[in-house]
T-cell receptor
Framework: RKEVEQDPGPFNVPEGATVAFNCTYS??????FFWYRQDCRKEPKLLMS???SGNEDGRFTAQLNRASQYISLLIRDSKLSDSATYLC?????????FGSGTKLNVKP | GAGVSQSPRYKVAKRGQDVALRCDPI?????LFWYQQALGQGPEFLTY????????KSGLPSDRFFAERPEGSVSTLKIQRTQQEDSAVYLC????????????FGPGTRLLVL
């Protein structure tokens, strides 16, 4: 069983839409959680950390549910520039485990 | 400020050739990581250094893969006798102290083995 599972998508949404991604993880002792964004042929870049209390950064909201072992990312008012692959990351013992990524296409 | 840099950005190798990939982490970052990313997949962990010490190399796929960071800054990932299945993007990342923190990625080296 993979450490981190993500729906690969693609999610095709119009500008202005709200879209949500989920990611499940297998190790209940996982210590840290992140969302990274990766544009085509570029390196992953940190989008936001994820905390149990939930955290928000502008149009982006991340949530962690330890009981059900999933993390989520909500994007409100989608922009064309949000088109990218979103990678969830679970950290166990100093190792980052990446999901395979969820591709988002925001259409005009 | 300067981010993580990697060289070369692209490498084409003939099967059986040895390659060396270089990573310059962010200055002052203690931890350095190597990942392998296949097309359509997320990065897969290869190995982890804290300063010059290689603390985890459990992700290296075979004994043809070797990494070093002799002075605790620049790191080199070496692949001996390359095979076609080694074709991938090799990403380097660094973090300020431990591996639990945010990691900052370099642009990667795209390796194609023919």
């Amino acid at each position: 069983r993979k450490e981190v599972e993500q729906d690969p998508g693609p999610f095709n949404v119009p500008e202005g839409a709200t879209v949500a991604f989920n990611c499940t993880y297998s190790n209940s002792a996982s210590q840290s959680f992140f969302w990274y964004r990766q544009d085509c042929r570029k390196e992953p870049k940190l989008l936001m950390s994820v905390y149990s209390s939930g955290n928000e950064d502008g149009r982006f909201t991340a949530q962690l549910n330890r009981a059900s072992q999933y993390i989520s990312l909500l994007i409100r008012d989608s922009k064309l520039s949000d088109s990218a692959t979103y990678l969830c990351v679970v950290v166990n013992f100093n190792k980052f485990y990446f999901g395979s990524g969820t591709k988002l296409n925001v259409k005009p | 400020g300067a981010g993580v840099s990697q060289s070369p950005r692209y490498k084409v190798a003939k099967r059986g050739q040895d390659v060396a990939l270089r990573c310059d982490p962010i200055s002052g970052h203690v931890s350095l990581f190597w990942y392998q990313q296949a097309l359509g997949q997320g990065p897969e962990f290869l190995t982890y250094f804290q300063n010059e010490a290689q603390l985890d190399k459990s992700g290296l796929p075979s004994d043809r893969f070797f990494a070093e960071r002799p002075e605790g800054s620049v790191s080199t990932l070496k692949i001996q006798r390359t095979q076609q299945e080694d074709s991938a993007v090799y990403l380097c990342a660094s973090s300020f102290s431990s591996g639990r923190e945010t990691q900052y990625f370099g642009p990667g080296t795209r390796l194609l083995v023919l």
